[in-house]
């Protein structure tokens, strides 16, 4: 069970879209999950065989517990003493016993179904089960205490108000391990726009309306790039040291409708153009709000960046999300009075600023950073 | 497309971005983004949910006249919306 999140502890499994025997590749979906921020789709990070699926439908299980083993390429049938590559994240504490408590004679059953069987009267030693080596699940039972087959009942997903509650909850705690744990800085700077919206309005001109692009795509960008210049600022810091990141995965902060954010990854943002990192975006912004996002997304983003300036703010401070180093908000774009080659005009302006971690950077390397996204914000074409 | 035809179309689209919005509710005088708190996300994606299922092309500089429920209609109006996608 991967960690989607600072703060996660558990997820429930909901699906798994693959079953033993069935081949996979590094970013197939292989299971769904759900988690206070939606039901997430966990991908395979190694190529291989599926050899043993470890967590029966309906399951709850820890941050950490190892859902199924995968046989590399050309490796044999996995002897339990070496198993295949793990489906985790680089998981915290011990990965859970891969053997079940119950073996031998007896049918496998998942805890949720063995306590809807109690619940139902239903007698398991009558039910055939349909899981994972013949395990027996919690639609099994269903199955069996009703015997006037309704429809197939999915694995519940929490009703919405304790979604949301959950989220909160989790937002709550990885902002509060934040301010605990990191030592803020906090650095601000007002960046001319007018020569990026006047090449956004002509690109736009020229794009088909459903390619149009926004003003976030170009910040995006530019951060993402700007970053390729002052590395030290992206990446994690973990046991006391900062671990850069492999690339540039643009956690993108999102107001979830009716409540609460999810700040899933824009990947390889630094080298992918603007129209790619818009359609992404829209991608990616409609999946969070309809809580479908994938597991990667969740697990690697190595900086945020939030734009709050749509309901009308000038500048926003950011609390940075851990293990992560550092956080870029922007604010409104507005028409200000600005000096240029000595007269005061109205140009288009944003204030962008830059929340870091003291321990990973100094305040002169925030100073770069935000000098770069400035910087490379005024030739957008270059984007 | 009558007006009520295309007016129907417009909440359809809004309801695509704002699904918990009651469309008795929605004011036609007032900004759709401040009644359904939409960013600008929400609108480009009503701008194309519009474009698909009228046909018409929606230049970005006419976007702030799709801002109201009573602006829009009478803009798509006179842009001759078609038949509905």
Redesign the interface.
């Given at each position: 069970m991967p960690a989607l999140g600072a703060e996660m502890e558990a997820g429930t499994l909901v699906e798994w879209l693959k079953r033993p025997g069935d081949t996979v590749t590094r970013g197939d979906i292989i299971a769904v999950v759900d988690t206070e921020k939606g039901a997430i789709e966990i991908e395979v990070f190694e190529d291989g065989v599926v050899d043993r699926v470890l967590v029966a439908r309906g399951e709850k299980v820890p941050v950490g517990t190892v859902l199924a083993h995968i046989r590399g390429v050309g490796e044999g049938v996995a002897a339990p003493a070496a198993p295949g590559p793990i489906v985790t994240a680089a998981a915290p504490g011990p990965a859970a016993p891969a053997a079940p408590p119950e073996r031998a004679g007896r049918a496998r059953v998942s805890p949720l179904a063995r306590k809807l069987a109690e619940e139902r009267h239903v007698d398991l030693a009558a039910v055939r089960g349909s899981g994972p080596q013949g395990a027996i699940t919690r639609e099994d039972v269903e199955r069996a205490a009703a015997p006037v087959t309704p429809a197939p009942a999915a694995v519940s997903a929490p009703p919405a108000r304790d979604r949301q509650s959950a989220m909160r909850a989790a937002i709550a705690a990885a902002m509060a391990r934040s301010k605990r744990e990191i030592p803020h800085y906090y650095l601000s700077t007002d960046i001319d726009l007018t020569a990026a919206l006047a090449w956004l309005?002509a690109e736009?001109?020229k794009r088909d309306?459903?390619d149009?692009l926004?003003?976030?795509a170009l910040l995006i960008k530019a951060v993402a790039r700007a970053l390729g210049e002052v590395p030290d600022l992206n990446g994690f810091w973990i046991d006391g040291a900062f671990h850069p990141g492999a690339a540039v995965h643009a956690g993108f902060a999102i107001?979830l409708?009716?409540g609460g954010l999810v700040a899933p990854a824009l990947h390889d943002a630094a080298t992918k153009d603007v129209g790619t990192l818009m359609r992404e975006?829209?991608d990616l912004?409609?999946r969070a709000r309809s809580g479908s996002l994938r597991s990667s997304e969740l697990s690697d983003p190595t900086i945020t960046i939030t734009n709050l300036g749509?309901?009308g703010v000038d500048a926003a401070f950011g609390i940075i999300y851990p293990p992560q180093v550092a956080l870029v908000a922007f604010g409104r774009i507005a028409d200000r009075p600005r000096a240029v080659s000595g007269r005061v005009e109205a140009r288009a302006v944003v204030t962008a600023t830059l929340s870091a971690d003291h321990r990973a950077s100094d305040g002169h390397r925030g100073g770069l950073l935000l000098a770069a996204v400035d910087r490379l914000l005024q030739t957008p074409e270059a984007l | 497309m009558n007006r009520e035809e295309i007016r129907s179309e417009v909440l359809r689209a809004l309801h695509r971005v704002?699904?918990?919005a009651e469309p008795a509710t929605i004011r036609a005088d007032l900004a759709f983004r401040d009644q359904l708190?939409l960013?600008?996300?929400d609108f480009?994606?009503f701008?194309?949910a519009l474009?698909?299922r009228l046909g018409v092309?929606?230049?970005?500089a006419d976007y702030p006249r799709l801002a109201t429920l009573d602006t829009a209609v009478a803009y798509l109006l006179a842009k001759g919306a078609a038949a509905g996608g």
């Open positions: 309005r736009n001109e309306m459903t149009r926004l003003p976030v107001a409708r009716g975006l829209k912004t409609a749509e309901r | 704002a699904p918990e708190d960013d600008s996300m480009l994606n701008v194309t474009h698909e092309s929606i230049p970005e």
